[in-house]
């Protein structure tokens, strides 16, 4: 009865109520009650619960459609954009404010085409409001039919596992619905007549009776809607879908690569075996920062070993890669150390190594003496990124972690007495790492998505630091990195697949026009 847990507590309270005391007439027959004398010592189950279901009826408002059969909002999986996470607020403020459905215009076909173009122009508008009235134009024919074909396909799959009778019913009987549920009224009411003719006394229940008879039909009405917005959260899951670009390989093609990833979007955060689960395609994990602030010495750390060279003179500082592999995990890596900016001499080549790293990080750590505070170029830097991403609104911005090193020279720099709990200061070089985290918070707001405190020094004792600090953050931040690392293999391969498409397409039609 998976399609009764669906329904809303109160329709499912009254349902229960007023079918109760039928079952138990039913188990324990009429014959036998009148054969067994027990009749007037159950006759007080019917009028009671018919008494509660019209008190519940009568206290407990039936919601506005829109809220009560509205249903789950769509979840945003790890892969969408910021603009597709924007666009769910439109879909949910179209499925509330649509009119309502019933089992007659449930079989109007035209009215699931007038939604859905309705829909799909509000969208447009989001996604291509420069087009201005050609909000259509950039749509492929392709996009349009993979829309179509996808949310058939899950409403398909959804009315067969929540809707009893969905293989037997033909539209024929479902347009018949309405008459078949007045015919039950009608039935209802016979029954009644019938055994108050048995005990008159009946009759004196009789209002309470037909209040709470017609939860049968908030039952029916209900099963139509949940149908119907089911079909909307559906329709506009794709269309963002759609809008995005993720569609211009076909239906089949955008199963392949996101199917399992939009699944996964409804486990936790952090989940090892999700992230393993995943498209084989490799994360970037860029680590950048000022000159001096600890970047080759973390990945040392990171590494376990002294692979990346932090004495390297600026004219010849170039990004250099690494495999790394997550510990407790067999996902492969690449951690990307990339040249200190603003130093003095750096030259445009190297620039370019920065930006380019920028653009095809996954994941980036951005690495900060926790004992400068000067961060004007840190912001540059987040906002040469914001920038970027604001432009190529079809990918998804990595998530930015930052890790804080030179912890030692914190007040009181004397003090070193190993670990330290900054989440939960109680000493001072806690309060003061506390203090230093909260500083980049306000400067930097909601840019950076996690935060760690570490020291990579050769001076002082505290080798775990940035196991116990940069590994958990990692993990948290994966998934969303490794979506974003596919979202850019996909487009990426998308674009290289167009024109060899496209030269299939025309030696197709080349060899047809020959044969014909």
Known sequence: MSWLRRLSPRVTVLFLLWTLPVIVYMVLGAMAIYQTGWFYRVFWILPLMWLAAWLVGYWWKPAKHHHSVHGKPIKAP????????????????????????????????????????????????????????????????????????????DLEQWTLDHVPGSTIATVGQIEQVPGIMNALDVAQKVFFVASAIVNPSKLLAYPLWRKSSRVTVELQKELVRRFYQRYLRQLGYYLIEMYSGRLRGGSLHYRSQFASMATMSHQSRGDMATIEKLEEVSTTIAVMGQVKAGKSSL?????????????????????????????????????????????????????????????????????????????????????????????????????????????????????????????????????????????????????????????TGDEHQWPSSVADEVVPQLIDHLNSGHSAAILKAFYQRLSEQRWQKLSQQVIQLVKAVVRG
């Open 78 to 153: 790890t892969f969408w954009t910021p603009q597709d996470t924007a666009a769910i607020a439109i879909v949910e403020a179209f499925r509330a404010e649509v009119d309502d459905v019933d089992g007659h215009s449930l079989t109007d076909f035209t009215r699931y085409l007038a939604d859905a173009q309705q829909l799909a122009q509000r969208l447009a508008s989001h996604y291509h409001a420069e087009q201005g009235d050609k909000l259509l134009h950039p749509l492929t024919l392709v996009e349009i039919l993979s829309v179509i074909h996808l949310a058939v396909e």
């Open 299 to 455: 990945i040392n750390a990171l590494m376990g070993d002294q692979v990346a060279t932090a004495s390297i003179l600026p004219q010849t500082r170039e990004v250099q890669r690494f495999d790394y592999t997550l510990p407790g995990s067999k996902n492969q890596l690449t951690l990307l150390d990339t040249p200190g900016y603003h130093e003095a001499d750096v030259s445009e080549s190297q620039l370019r190594e920065i930006r380019t790293a920028t653009q095809a990080a996954n994941v980036i750590l951005l690495v900060m003496a926790a004992n400068v505070p000067a961060r004007e170029s840190d912001r540059q830097l987040l906002n040469d990124i914001e920038n970027f991403y604001t432009k190529q609104k079809h990918l998804r911005p990595p998530p930015i972690i930052a890790v804080l090193t030179h912890v030692d020279l914190l007040r009181p720099v004397r003090e070193w007495s190993p670990p330290y709990d900054w989440r939960n200061p109680h000493s001072l070089k806690e309060e003061s790492m506390a203090a230093a985290v909260q500083y980049l918070k306000e400067i930097f707001g909601s840019k950076i998505s996690g935060y760690a405190c570490v020291y």
